[in-house]
């Protein structure tokens, strides 16, 4: 059973910064990409950024120059740095973990910019 265990949500004053975190507790070897994506209500869930196993990555166009994601060295973790956040940032924060046969979600974290 793969698990999720994501961390680093909360509340976070407009222009600061947050870094969120998620482990994956599966073998480095079946992950093709971990990232972050994010919903916020009355809003479908959308890209936030990627990380694939050979270490490309890829943001949504919101983000782009402000988060960066990044993978500790075991490649089982996963962080999102969000910097200059901005109150349309607010939302649940989802980590996603896609092996080369399955697709795995956590549980969310609340992220709340405050203006």
């Known amino acids: 059973q793969v698990q999720l265990v994501e961390s680093g949500g909360g509340l976070v004053q407009a222009g600061g910064s947050l870094r969120l975190s998620c482990a994956a507790s599966?073998?480095?070897?079946?992950?093709?990409?971990m990232g972050w994506f994010r919903q916020s209500p009355g809003r479908q869930r959308e890209l936030v950024a990627l990380?694939?196993?050979?270490?490309?990555?890829n943001y949504g166009d919101s983000v782009k120059g402000r988060f960066t994601i990044s993978r500790d060295n075991a490649k089982t973790t996963v962080y999102l740095q969000m910097n200059s956040v901005k109150p349309e940032d607010t939302a649940v924060y989802y980590c996603?973990?896609?092996?080369?046969?399955?697709?795995?979600w956590g549980q969310g974290t609340q992220v709340t910019v405050s203006s």
């Open positions: 996603n973990v896609q092996t080369w046969s399955s697709g795995y």
């Open positions: 990380i694939f196993s050979n270490g490309n990555t």
């Open positions: 599966i073998g480095t070897f079946s992950i093709k990409s």
